[in-house]
């Protein structure tokens, strides 16, 4: 069953990968109505989280830039930017990198427990693998999201990608 985790992991990895190299960066930063944040805070939020479910699951360290947090954390939001974020290429080799961590994964250590259960919101998650499966599913949200906003925005400047 690890095995399988981990294969779903980079399968959706590669799917992530696949459609953000096919948006082009100019529609990265539209906001559309009614969405609180854009193309590229959603892959950053994703970038940022398997980076932190990576590290807490795996005791691995962290493998961003410190910035990310304040471009993508939870509560982030780009009209609060104050900074440049990172451009779609830098993008595309964290979430890369995170595909190659993921191939390193030994089955195994799915199965070992946390050193103290980690509380998110009303969820709680005592092994490794059940973060890593919800990354999983917190991923597929987040590209869901990414795949709407396309939509929306590409309706308002009837450009097809």
Same mark, same amino acid.
């Given at each position: 069953?690890?095995?399988?985790?981990?294969? !779903?992991?980079?399968?959706?990895?590669?799917?992530? $990968?696949?459609?953000?190299?096919?948006?082009?960066?100019?529609?990265?930063?539209?906001?559309?109505?009614?969405?609180?944040?854009?193309?590229?805070?959603?892959?950053?939020?994703?970038?940022?989280?398997?980076?932190?479910?990576?590290?807490?699951?795996?005791?691995?360290?962290?493998?961003?830039?410190?910035?990310?947090a304040s471009?993508?954390?939870?509560?982030?939001?780009?009209?609060?930017?104050?900074? !440049?974020?990172?451009?779609?290429?830098?993008?595309?080799?964290?979430?890369? *990198?995170?595909?190659?961590?993921?191939?390193?994964?030994?089955?195994?250590s799915l199965?070992?427990?946390?050193?103290?259960?980690?509380?998110?919101?009303?969820?709680?998650f005592n092994?490794?693998?059940? $973060?890593?499966?919800?990354?999983?599913?917190?991923?597929?949200?987040?590209?869901? !999201?990414?795949?709407?906003?396309?939509?929306?925005?590409? *309706?308002?400047?009837?450009?097809?990608?």
């Amino acid at each position: 069953m690890s095995e399988m985790i981990i294969d !779903t992991a980079k399968k959706v990895r590669q799917v992530v $990968l696949y459609q953000v190299q096919a948006v082009p960066e100019e529609l990265f930063d539209i906001q559309a109505d009614s969405y609180n944040n854009t193309i590229r805070w959603n892959i950053g939020h994703m970038i940022y989280w398997m980076d932190t479910y990576m590290t807490l699951a795996f005791s691995k360290e962290s493998a961003i830039p410190a910035s990310y947090a304040s471009f993508f954390n939870s509560g982030t939001a780009p009209a609060n930017w104050a900074e !440049t974020p990172p451009p779609k290429e830098e993008l595309i080799q964290q979430l890369s *990198g995170q595909l190659n961590s993921l191939s390193e994964l030994a089955p195994e250590s799915l199965e070992v427990q946390l050193e103290a259960p980690l509380q998110f919101g009303p969820l709680t998650f005592n092994r490794a693998g059940e $973060l890593l499966n919800f990354a999983v599913v917190h991923e597929g949200m987040h590209i869901a !999201t990414c795949n709407c906003l396309l939509k929306v925005i590409q *309706g308002n400047t009837n450009e097809k990608v």
